[in-house]
């Protein structure tokens, strides 16, 4: 829907960008000429993301490993960008984490799992991305990807709840402070665009959980690649000048229709949260044994 040179000269960060959401908006960029620097803790996702990337895009995708809760690694991450002539002008807030649980059995830890993430590291970012633009007195664009529960709330995510509100937050107050440096903040709320290990945390053990939202949504499906990739780049073009502060939901309109997720969950009892639980702990180690 873009011209293919509508991102030409432009070099993306992206958080989270070897898988899901991440690699989705990323091969939509590359398409309309970004070039893109994904981030990422698992090193083997990313090599495999780059190199399909520069497959179809040549030498225009690099990645880094870096855990975005390490303040100090991301600090030193952009300014390498800079130094080494990869000076980064937009930024998507991907990276993330969640699962499903009663809020009465959540541990400190599993309340920091998330909320280190998606709050604090997403900030970090930001926050030492947009001190390089206005040092450098460069523009800039960044969009985050949060939830619909930041307008309705939603039970037993509480920790991404709180922690993506806390993003919307930020969209609209850096949008006043640093507006008058040219760089401009918005957010993506996007509804259920399937991937694997969201679908495992979010919806353990349900059969097709993508088909029962479909069936749900006013327009009868759910999202696509294409979805998440256009608007991203339509936000981040020069086309979108004018447009900051901004949260737009991205969900069919299922929100005004269903409200926050996982009430279906209120029916569970102690047995169905167990086996929840042991599913979630499973995915969880098989992700941690790929990573070693």
């Given at each position: 829907m873009f011209a293919p040179d509508l991102m030409a000269g432009s070099r993306v960060l992206i958080t989270g960008g070897g898988t899901g959401l991440g690699r989705m908006m990323a091969e939509t960029l590359l398409a309309h000429g970004a070039a893109v620097e994904i981030w990422g803790r698992r090193a083997p996702v990313l090599e495999e993301a780059c190199a399909a990337m520069n497959a179809a895009h040549p030498g225009r995708a690099v990645h880094a490993v870096v855990d975005?809760?390490?303040?100090?690694?991301?600090?030193?991450?952009?300014?390498?960008?800079?130094?080494e002539g990869r000076p980064i002008t937009h930024l998507i807030n991907n990276a993330a984490g969640n699962f499903v649980s009663r809020t009465e059995d959540l541990s400190p830890r599993a309340f920091r799992a998330i909320s280190d993430?998606?709050?604090?590291?997403?900030?970090?970012?930001?926050?030492?991305?947009?001190?390089?633009?206005?040092?450098?007195?460069?523009p800039g664009a960044v969009v985050s990807i949060v939830?619909?529960?930041?307008?309705?709330?939603?039970?037993?995510?509480?920790?991404?709840?709180?922690?993506?509100?806390g993003l919307d937050a930020m969209t609209k107050s850096l949008a006043v402070e640093w507006g008058r440096y040219g760089i401009?903040?918005?957010c993506i709320a996007p509804g259920l665009i399937p991937t694997e290990g969201m679908l495992a945390r979010l919806r353990p053990g349900e059969n097709d959980p993508a088909e029962k939202a479909a069936a749900l949504n006013p327009l009868g499906r759910v999202g696509t690649p294409e979805d998440i990739g256009n608007l991203a780049t339509f936000l981040l073009s020069p086309g979108a000048g004018w447009i900051s502060g901004q949260t737009i939901a991205l969900?069919?309109?299922?929100?005004?229709?269903?409200?926050?997720?996982?009430?279906d969950y209120l029916a569970w009892g102690d047995a169905e949260w167990e086996a929840a639980r042991?599913?979630?702990k499973a995915r969880t180690a098989a992700d941690k044994a790929a990573r070693d």
């Amino acid at each position: 829907m873009f011209a293919p040179d509508l991102m030409a000269g432009s070099r993306v960060l992206i958080t989270g960008g070897g898988t899901g959401l991440g690699r989705m908006m990323a091969e939509t960029l590359l398409a309309h000429g970004a070039a893109v620097e994904i981030w990422g803790r698992r090193a083997p996702v990313l090599e495999e993301a780059c190199a399909a990337m520069n497959a179809a895009h040549p030498g225009r995708a690099v990645h880094a490993v870096v855990d975005i809760k390490d303040v100090e690694a991301v600090e030193a991450a952009i300014a390498r960008a800079f130094d080494e002539g990869r000076p980064i002008t937009h930024l998507i807030n991907n990276a993330a984490g969640n699962f499903v649980s009663r809020t009465e059995d959540l541990s400190p830890r599993a309340f920091r799992a998330i909320s280190d993430i998606v709050f604090h590291g997403s900030f970090g970012v930001t926050q030492a991305l947009g001190r390089q633009w206005i040092a450098r007195d460069m523009p800039g664009a960044v969009v985050s990807i949060v939830v619909t529960w930041v307008w309705t709330g939603a039970p037993f995510v509480l920790p991404s709840a709180m922690s993506k509100a806390g993003l919307d937050a930020m969209t609209k107050s850096l949008a006043v402070e640093w507006g008058r440096y040219g760089i401009r903040l918005n957010c993506i709320a996007p509804g259920l665009i399937p991937t694997e290990g969201m679908l495992a945390r979010l919806r353990p053990g349900e059969n097709d959980p993508a088909e029962k939202a479909a069936a749900l949504n006013p327009l009868g499906r759910v999202g696509t690649p294409e979805d998440i990739g256009n608007l991203a780049t339509f936000l981040l073009s020069p086309g979108a000048g004018w447009i900051s502060g901004q949260t737009i939901a991205l969900d069919g309109g299922n929100w005004l229709s269903q409200g926050g997720g996982f009430r279906d969950y209120l029916a569970w009892g102690d047995a169905e949260w167990e086996a929840a639980r042991a599913r979630i702990k499973a995915r969880t180690a098989a992700d941690k044994a790929a990573r070693d």
